[in-house]
C-alpha cells in the first residue's frame, strides 16, 4: 500500500509564498509521474501542475510563472512552490502520483490535502 502525505499548507497574505510537499510512502518500484490538483470551493478539482519522471512539467495557465513543481526521485519527495499567491489560489491542495508498486502491478494515488489560503 501507498501513502501520500502533503504538508506545507497555510495562511499567507497575498503576494506570499508558500512551498508545499508530498512524500510518498510504503512499496513504491517507481514513481511515473506525479502533480498537484487544488478544488476551491464552488469549483472543480483541477490540475495545478505535473511532473513525469522525465520532468517533463505542465501547469495551469492561472499559476504559470508563479508557481513552480519540482521533485526528489530519492526523497520520493514532490513539492509546490508557490509564489506571488493570490486570494484565488485559496483551496485544498491534493497531491496525486502514479505508482508502480511491484514489477506487474501499480495504480493511482492521492494525499489527503492541505488546505492553502490567502488573504487580501
Known amino acids: 500500500q501507498v501513502q501520500l502525505a502533503e504538508s506545507g499548507g497555510g495562511l499567507v497574505q497575498a503576494g506570499g509564498s508558500l512551498r508545499l510537499s508530498c512524500a510518498a510512502s510504503?512499496?513504491?518500484?517507481?514513481?511515473?509521474?506525479t502533480g498537484w490538483y487544488r478544488q476551491a470551493p464552488g469549483k472543480q478539482r483541477e490540475l495545478v501542475a505535473a511532473i513525469t519522471s522525465g520532468s517533463r512539467t505542465d501547469y495551469a495557465d492561472s499559476v504559470k510563472g508563479r508557481f513552480t513543481i519540482s521533485r526528489d526521485n530519492a526523497k520520493n519527495t514532490v513539492y509546490l512552490q508557490m509564489n506571488s499567491l493570490k486570494p484565488e489560489d485559496t483551496a485544498v491542495y491534493y497531491c496525486t502520483a502514479d505508482i508502480q508498486t511491484t514489477v506487474s502491478q501499480g495504480g493511482n494515488y492521492w494525499g489527503q490535502g492541505t488546505q492553502v489560503t490567502v488573504s487580501s
Open positions: 510504503g512499496s513504491i518500484v517507481r514513481i511515473i509521474s
